[in-house]
């Protein structure tokens, strides 16, 4: 954000937007309105995902634990007192949270603390490795997680699942979370932290020998990124209604790794549309699933499983073909928006040129 | 039960003292034939690894694909099991080095990021593929009833797969360093795995070389595939999700990229496993988590693992 | 270079065009006003899917005898879940805003369930269960009714069975991550120490994750406190190999489960190994005692040339109660539909008479089976209370 015109233009798109959330909460039926929540949650936890593996060049698939961290905290402590002998009917809850009942942004916010305090715990021996040992060690311990959840009843309800969550399909409140979260990146980004993250991306050593704390910043992207990760999961939980500790299994992961390599690792706009466009397009994708009749003749490809297939082709296709994703390393700019208004052709002709 | 009580310590003394020979010699067989098949696994990965530097995320999923093929085989071929056998390990061969043709060769020069990403992509598609084509309900693995059969000893009872298991293992290890060790395939192998640039300089058909550990990993998959199925005879697209990780923890705890370190992986996360629910049942449910646990004890204080070499990063 | 842009358009359309197809379906909705539509939701991909697809089976003949209410056609808008939660509360709220279902039918697994109870809820559509059997599926949801009976009252039918049969320590192996297998197993062991008076009747009570194989652990140490019975609920692939695993050790005491055992994989699985395997379901041709259930045993063996399992039975009926529902309200109206399934009473369903009590759950007897020569055979009956 150079100077005030375009703080000024970033505000007044935001307020737009905000604009059309509104209508969205009041005119759209709740399909669409779950649609649109869910582009904006897996925006949040794109973004996060995107904050270590794209900006911070750490490698990490932690995501789906983190996110089960926050989801489960607001789980825990957002439904009613009255309703868990209910919902904790095997066996009750423990005593010692029985009673706390928060309201949602409170759990939320509790939830991304938690996050990032495991975060913090986890990085101290994590982050000292790299690339792959990094993806493995952070898989387990999303794993790890999941297996303790799984495991602590009495605070969890274990498999059984926590129901009756006060359910939240509001697309206001989502799109306020999810505002937060772009600006807080985007300042975050743009901030000496932001450049030693990308220093450390692009050469660790040389990074440290310019004398930024490797350890201290990888720490901080990791907790931040865990941070973000616990809200979108928090948020996910009561879109759901429900969790349970088989929503958080490893694979929710490549997901959200989808989201980044489609939009472009290390940029934050191009988080956001990845996460439009696998979320939408994966809902639209559906129709494979359906059988389908072409002349009155049942074509045999269209069964349940062909979208799925045509996901996983496209995540490879994106990799292989199209390794720098939509966005790449750049990001939406006002400039460049006001170059592609004044004349759209010149525009790709001079970047074809470039 | 999340609270770690004060008791435990007693309990597991306890437990060994309650355990009669019989029972301990029985869990040893169990563990002893896991970590063998673990280390079948492993050395796929840590093979790949070596040369590549990059973990083969879809190995798991070569194993279970390989268990298709041998269903296909038996079951719906009615060929011998023995002439499958073969079968499976040319087909799995071929499909691993389609997956190194299409998914790891144009990435070479990429950045190893990229390379992990078409990796777990790859082990994606080949999940969603198995599920589109042979439906997510579990099939049969044939029954094999000269491997299958029961053996007792006393009152320990072996199945014969698990008398097989451990000897295909250190088969293939012996097999292994011999190529690795003795021949001129293996000598370029390590040359890669050296320095994939000098070794290309000096005239290394890097390509032939990456294809061959290709083959040879996918063969093992074949073996090992092989052997769980007899094992554990459910066949489902997930199946290789979880012993996976496990082995490529194995690679990692052994030393990833040397071949005897992938064994011994094995044998600690197979033997491991058993014994923890042995002498804790309590934690029974916790299983999962043991591997994760040692692979990041172990990477905390010697993150090349146990028989690994030291390397410091080139810059 | 120029490939790389080449592909990168070709994907973008492929995009596109997947986009479009998907808005171009809407067309198809232009609501003709002689059909019904009623939705389906079952895992047809994933964990679950022989489950769903068992179900899929029960619904479609159902819906192939019984073509038509208040004079209209009823059409089945069937959706995979893919055993997944986020997947089941999106695809129930599509089916229920896009397709505009008056009433949803699904789902097997109760977690997929509950995932779709708030929108139900929210949007004033009835649902019905197939075979989702944990309690808290229709707690404290006026929407959500189901076909089958619920996880307390099968435990306890298989804690009845095995006093009677004169198990009196027992041990439980129970899948952790699964809410079905450690709901009942809950509910066993409650009814089991009530039954047999003794609080240590339970003498083990073991853990294993879905997707395990390996279970030797588990039951070399189980085989040490040498137990009458195992009681083990949970998925059937897991179980088959438990069982498979427990024999090649020596363990020859019964082993019983739960209703997600009869299925065909289970045996295809276990082998001879799940002979003699005890499990509690919903149906058997043995006890049809209704017209109605002749009439699925003759059609369901014309159509799929197989013997029904208890999955389809329910899921049968689940297609039955929103028939009913929908004739006796004489609407199409979701609420007043509702309100009609809330009551019914005394219907000729595939699985006896069938009433909904005040939560919605139908009020069922058990009957019990035995896995013998590779083929469920019916043992015992336990009535509804």
Not at chain 2, 174 to 181: P, Q, T
Not at chain 3, 179 to 184: A, E, F, I, M
Request: charged letters at 15%; one cysteine or more; glycine letters at 10%.
């Amino acid at each position: 954000m150079k100077n005030k015109r375009d703080i000024l233009l970033t505000v007044a798109g935001l307020v737009v937007l905000f604009g059309a959330a509104c209508y969205a909460q009041f005119e759209m039926g709740s399909y669409v309105r779950r649609i649109i929540n869910l582009c904006l949650i897996y925006a949040i936890i794109g973004l996060s995902m995107n904050l270590t593996n794209g900006f911070a060049g750490q490698f990490s698939l932690g995501q789906a634990g983190f996110m089960a961290v926050g989801a489960y905290v607001v789980g825990i402590f957002t439904v009613p007192v009255e309703l868990r002998p209910n919902v904790f009917y095997a066996e009750p809850m423990n005593p010692l949270i029985a009673d706390i009942q928060m309201p949602l942004w409170l759990a939320q916010l509790v939830g991304g603390l938690l996050s990032a305090l495991i975060a913090f715990l986890i990085g101290w021996p994590v982050l000292r490795l790299r690339g792959d040992y990094l993806a493995i060690a952070t898989l387990g311990f999303s794993e790890i997680i999941r297996i303790v959840i799984t495991n602590a009843q009495s605070w969890t309800n274990g498999a059984l699942g926590i129901k009756d969550i006060p359910a939240l399909n509001d697309v206001r409140y989502i799109f306020i979370a999810t505002a937060i979260t772009f600006l807080f990146v985007t300042c975050l980004i743009n901030s000496s932290y932001g450049r030693a993250f990308k220093a450390i991306r692009e050469d660790e050593i040389a990074a440290e020998a310019m004398g930024v704390g490797l350890f201290k910043h990888k720490c901080m992207a990791f907790m931040i990124s865990a941070f973000f990760a616990g809200i979108g999961g928090g948020l996910y939980a009561t879109l759901l209604g429900t969790v349970d500790p088989k929503n958080f299994l490893f694979t929710l992961t490549y997901n959200f790794l989808l989201i980044i390599v489609l939009g472009g690792m290390g940029s934050i706009t191009g988080s956001m549309l990845g996460s439009i466009i696998v979320t939408a397009g994966l809902e639209y994708l559906r129709v494979f699933d359906e059988p389908l009749e072409l002349f009155g003749m049942a074509i045999p490809l269209f069964r349940p499983g062909f979208r799925m297939v045509i996901f996983s082709v496209l995540l490879m296709a994106c990799v292989l073909f199209w390794r720098k994703g939509i966005m790449g390393t750049n990001e939406f700019t006002w400039e460049k928006f006001m170059a592609f208004c004044k004349n759209p052709v010149k525009y790709f002709t001079q970047k074809g040129a470039n | 039960m999340l609270i770690v009580y004060g008791g435990e310590e007693m309990e597991f003394f306890q437990a060994i003292l309650n355990m009669s020979a019989s029972s301990l010699a029985q869990h040893f067989v169990n563990g002893f034939s896991l970590g063998s098949l673990y280390a079948l696994i492993a050395i796929g990965y840590t093979m790949v690894y070596g040369i590549l530097l990059m973990i083969n995320f879809a190995h798991a999923d070569i194993v279970m694909m390989a268990c298709y093929f041998a269903f296909f085989g038996i079951t719906v071929f009615h060929i011998p099991w023995y002439l499958t056998f073969v079968g499976v390990i040319i087909a799995t061969a071929i499909l691993g080095v389609v997956i190194e043709r299409t998914a790891y060769r144009p990435l070479r020069e990429a950045p190893k990021n990229s390379v992990l990403i078409s990796a777990i992509g790859a082990s994606f598609l080949l999940e969603n593929l198995a599920n589109y084509l042979f439906s997510g309900r579990p099939l049969s693995f044939p029954d094999i009833p000269l491997l299958s059969q029961n053996i007792a000893i006393g009152e320990v009872q072996i199945q014969a797969i698990c008398l097989v298991i451990p000897v295909m293992t250190f088969l293939s290890l012996a097999v292994l360093l011999h190529i690795v060790n003795h021949t001129k395939t293996g000598m370029a192998m390590r040359a890669v795995s050296k320095d994939y640039e000098i070794a290309r300089v000096m005239g290394v058909n890097i390509d032939r070389v990456i294809s061959t550990t290709f083959i040879i990993g996918s063969a093992l998959a074949a073996i090992g595939a092989f052997m769980w199925g007899v094992r554990y005879p459910g066949i489902t697209p997930y199946l290789g999700v979880m012993p996976g990780l496990k082995c490529f923890i194995a690679a990692v705890i052994g030393g990833i990229g040397n071949i005897k370190g992938a064994v011994l992986g094995g044998f600690i996360l197979g033997l491991g496993e058993i014994f923890i629910v042995a002498f804790f049942p309590q934690l029974s449910g916790y299983r999962d988590a043991f591997a994760f646990i040692v692979l990041i004890i172990i990477l905390f204080y010697k993150p090349t693992g146990l028989l690994g070499v030291k390397t410091t990063e080139k810059v | 270079m120029k490939l790389k842009k080449v592909m990168s358009v070709l994907l973008a359309s492929a995009v596109m065009l997947g986009a479009l197809t998907g808005c171009g379906g809407d067309k198809k909705e232009a609501a003709k006003s002689d059909t019904i539509k009623v939705g389906v939701f079952l895992p047809l991909t994933g964990d679950n899917a022989a489950g769903g697809e068992l179900e899929l089976r029960g619904i479609k003949l159902a819906n192939k005898l019984h073509p038509t209410v208040l004079n209209k056609k009823v059409e089945l808008v069937v959706a995979d879940n893919k055993s997944d939660k986020a997947e089941s509360a999106s695809v129930a709220a599509r089916l229920i805003e896009k397709d505009k279902v008056v009433t949803l039918i699904g789902t097997y697994g109760s977690s997929l369930a509950m995932a779709a109870g708030n929108i139900v809820k929210e949007a004033k559509v009835p649902a019905i269960g197939t075979s989702c059997t944990n309690p808290q599926v229709t707690a404290n949801n006026d929407y959500y009714f189901r076909a089958c009976f619920i996880d307390p009252f099968q435990g306890t039918v298989m804690a009845n069975y095995a006093y009677k049969n004169g198990a009196r320590k027992v041990a439980i192996v129970q899948e952790v991550s699964n809410d079905y297998s450690v709901g009942l197993a809950k509910f066993f062991k409650e009814a089991f120490i009530k039954l047999t008076n003794d609080p240590d009747a339970i003498i083990d009570i073991a853990n294993y994750q879905t997707g395990d194989k390996d279970f030797t652990a588990i039951l070399t140490n189980l085989k040490a406190k040498n137990p009458d019975a195992v009681f083990a609920p949970g998925n059937f692939t897991e179980s088959a190999l438990l069982i498979k695993q427990a024999h090649q050790l020596g363990i020859t005491v019964p082993f019983m489960g739960g209703d997600t055992w009869e299925t065909q994989e289970f045996i295809d699985v276990g082998g001879k190994d799940v002979e003699g395997a005890v499990m509690s379901t919903a149906f058997d041709r043995e006890k049809a005692s209704t017209e109605e259930a002749q009439k699925f045993l003759k059609a369901y063996t014309d159509e799929y040339k197989a013997e029904p399992s208890a999955l389809s039975a329910m899921a049968y009926d689940a297609y039955l109660i929103a028939i009913d529902g929908i004739k006796r309200a004489n609407s199409v109206e979701p609420q007043k539909i509702r309100d009609a399934i809330a009551t019914t009473k005394d219907l000729e369903a595939v699985t006896g008479k069938t009433t909904l009590d005040k939560n919605g759950d139908a009020e069922k007897a058990a009957v019990i089976k035995v896995v013998k020569e590779g083929k469920f055979k019916y043992l015992d009956f336990v009535d509804a209370k």
